[in-house]
């Protein structure tokens, strides 16, 4: 079934995030749950995060144009927040049996061993972007796809296999999970005018997302992009 042309879902998705949500509230019935399933039902809901002092963003089946064909790579995803800023995550790999953990200030753990920071070389960034026409080789960047999934993609980010995340969208439950990751580990996730993500921002469909493994790699990555995007 589609949600609208090309976007779809599966029952896998509605049951899972009724099972989530149903889980979350039974811990705290006054929490705020935003799934992206009820998100469908009820576009406004993600407006309330930024005024919710406790909140979860739920992404219950994420790549689900990868589950449906029988790829491995897709992702549970949740982020706790409080007063709109993530303050633990996780990120699940179903069909790779590898959980990710994350709590401000204490680091990210994959299968309970923590990550080191992240490092980028001296030349040649891997830049994962969700826009088919930006792939290519660019100066200093080599522009890839995407997973097609944000819970695979950020992962990527964290374990060196990519250094940069270029998104056209900053969903909260896809950006919310990684975001924190991605800044435990010294990263930066930002919109391409420098503003740092927010999930308010990305409730209210903020576009033009990178998440770069240093603040440094971010300053060269974002107005090399900026000009393809202009074209």
Sequence with gaps: MEKKPGDLV????????????????RDDPHVL??????????PDLPKALA?????????????????????????????????????????????????????????????????????VPAD??????????????HGTLDLGPTAWSCGIDYPWLLEGRAHALHYTRGLPWDHAPGSLMTEELGGVVRFLDGTRYGVADGARGRTGLLAA???????????????????
Aim: hydrophobic share 40%; with cysteine; glycine share 10%.
């Design 213 to 231: 493994a240093s603040p440094d790699a971010w300053d060269e990555i974002a107005p090399q992009l900026a000009d393809l995007r202009r074209g």
């Design 51 to 119: 005024g919710a002092g406790h909140a979860f963003t739920v992404d219950p089946v994420d790549g689900t144009k990868n589950f449906v064909n029988g790829s491995p790579d897709h992702a549970v995803m949740l982020a706790e927040l409080r007063d709109g800023e993530p303050v633990r995550a996780w990120i699940l790999h179903p069909a790779h049996d590898v959980a990710y953990v994350a709590e401000k200030g204490a680091g990210v753990y994959r299968d309970g061993v923590r990550l080191p920071a992240m490092s």
């Design 10 to 25: 599966t029952v896998a998705d509605h049951e899972a995030e009724q099972l989530i949500t149903e889980a979350l509230l």
């Design 33 to 42: 749950v935003v799934g992206e399933e009820a998100t469908a039902a009820d």
């Design 124 to 137: 040649g960034l891997t830049v994962c972007t969700s826009s088919p026409s930006l792939e290519g080789r």
